[in-house]
Nanobody
Framework: DVELVESGGGLVQAGGSLRLSCLAS????????IGWFRHAPGKVREVVSC????????YVADSVKGRFTISSDNAKNTVYLQMNSLKAEDTAVYYC????????????????????WGQGTQVTVSS
């Protein structure tokens, strides 16, 4: 079974940085798609970013573009979300989710609902 485990969340002051990690296990292919999503209280879940581990195709939402960067280390089966210049409105629970087909992340975002989810990691940005 596929399992995703997030880490790296925490409390940071506005303007600070955090790096989230999503460790993937159980995929039978080296070409899969991982997305980062966030859910803040009272708001709709938002797609933040996604990446295809096969060819590096990736997407970053306009709301975080220029501040967040997604990357993958295939040797470590880990996808990272580097978050810089954090703002109070970035406060949310961040989840990674995945599917076993890399083409399901495009430059315009995920094209399907990803069906395997991690447990989430809390990011709190104090203003």
């Amino acid at each position: 079974d596929v399992e995703l485990v997030e880490s790296g969340g925490g409390l940071v002051q506005a303007g600070g940085s955090l790096r989230l990690s999503c460790l993937a296990s159980g995929f039978t292919t080296d070409d899969y798609a991982i997305g980062w999503f966030r859910h803040a209280p009272g708001k709709v879940r938002e797609v933040v970013s996604c990446i295809s581990t096969g060819d590096g195709t990736n997407y970053v939402a306009d709301s975080v573009k220029g501040r967040f960067t997604i990357s993958s280390d295939n040797a470590k089966n880990t996808v990272y979300l580097q978050m810089n210049s954090l703002k109070a409105e970035d406060t949310a629970v961040y989840y990674c989710a995945g599917v076993p087909e890399g083409v399901l992340c495009t430059n315009w975002g995920p094209v399907v609902e990803y069906d395997t989810w991690g447990q989430g990691t809390q990011v709190t940005v104090s203003s």
